[in-house]
Nanobody
Framework: QVPLVESGGGLVQPGGSLRLSCATS???????MGWYRQAPGKERELVAT???????NYAASVKGRFTISRDNAKNTGYLQMDSLKAEDTAVYYC?????????WGQGTQVTVSS
């Protein structure tokens, strides 16, 4: 089991910013990391992914507004979310793919509302 600890969610006004963090175990390496989200009544969807070498991929709905990054020395990944919209409201989940297995964090709520 790979522990994932997320932080940084909360309530923000439209147009605002939040930064999510995902800390994982220092005993693993060479893993891909991603962020997914699930809004009420909808399926979980990909937001962004980043490889061990920091190649990135974004959903079309967040491209240009969100930035995924990672610090391998700190075993931590980040999702910088700018220009937030009401439709970004969801539970955000950190994901690590390692050893052929997906591992998930507990989720952190992001609410965009005035």
């Amino acid at each position: 089991q790979v522990p994932l600890v997320e932080s940084g969610g909360g309530l923000v006004q439209p147009g605002g910013s939040l930064r999510l963090s995902c800390a994982t175990s220092g005993s693993i390496f060479n893993y891909a990391m991603g962020w997914y989200r699930q809004a009420p009544g909808k399926e979980r969807e990909l937001v962004a992914t980043i490889s061990w070498g920091s190649s990135t991929n974004y959903a079309a709905s967040v491209k240009g507004r969100f930035t995924i990054s990672r610090d391998n020395a700190k075993n931590t990944g980040y999702l910088q979310m700018d220009s937030l919209k009401a439709e970004d409201t969801a539970v955000y989940y950190c994901n690590v793919y390692w050893g052929g297995t997906d591992f998930w964090g507990q989720g952190t709520q992001v609410t965009v509302s005035s």
